[in-house]
């Protein structure tokens, strides 16, 4: 039974509100009992709004909080994309509203190092950030007519993401990138304009674009 009574903030409050365990990969304590799903419609919804004002949505959890939340969404809410009951439209907004996630939280609260490096430690947000196109999987139901529209919604907010300023947020979109590379011609051509374009990139972030335009990415 999907719930149609949850208000915004009640959401949220379910969504982030939890105690977590663990530091750079941390996770909600698990508990005996948790309310029925919302709504498709209200999860298109709320997501979108969340990710329009990020700062103010989540101004009242932690960053390990916020990360265990961001984490939980892709077995989770995330799934409401692939729902066509609800208009592309609205779907593809909330897609697009990842490019501004990205750009008002990710991009000013990730610390501005790469998490493939070896030799730094995760942090919460950083981890949740790198994974996102992992976690987050839009466009694959082969049985969604509107699947590669989602697809090409979703490959334009990689192309955001790279112009950022903040390398995490560079890394994620490469990494997200890469994956698509072989499946997507559109990936590769992203990847191949961002290198051209990087004159002064960090070695080791054009060494991991490289290998995300030869689709070597795990």
Avoid at 119 to 143: A, F, H, R, S
């Amino acid at each position: 039974m999907h719930r149609t009574d949850v208000t915004f903030e009640q959401w949220l409050d379910e969504s982030f509100g939890r105690a977590v365990t663990g530091e750079n990969y941390p996770q909600f304590v698990p508990t005996e009992s948790w309310p029925d799903p919302v709504d498709d419609r209200l999860v298109v919804d709320y997501l979108t709004r969340l990710f329009e004002q990020p700062e103010q949505a989540l101004r009242y959890f932690s960053d390990r909080q916020i990360a265990a939340g961001l984490w939980e969404l892709g077995p989770g809410d995330s799934h409401c994309v692939y729902n066509p009951q609800i208009g592309i439209d609205e779907r593809l907004r909330l897609v697009g509203s990842v490019a501004t996630f990205f750009r008002d939280f990710f991009d000013s609260r990730c610390v501005p190092q790469l998490s493939q490096s070896k030799q730094i430690d995760t942090v919460p947000l950083n981890g949740i950030c790198y994974m996102w196109w992992e976690v987050i999987v839009w466009g694959w139901v082969k049985d969604d007519p509107d699947a590669e529209r989602i697809v090409a919604a979703d490959l334009d907010v990689m192309e955001a993401v790279l112009r950022l300023p903040n390398p995490a947020c560079k890394e994620a979109a490469l990494h997200g990138l890469g994956h698509l590379v072989g499946h997507r011609d559109r990936a590769a051509e992203i990847i191949a304009a961002f290198i051209a374009r990087s004159t002064d990139l960090d070695p080791e972030l054009l060494a991991y674009a490289r290998a995300a335009h030869g689709g070597c990415i795990q």
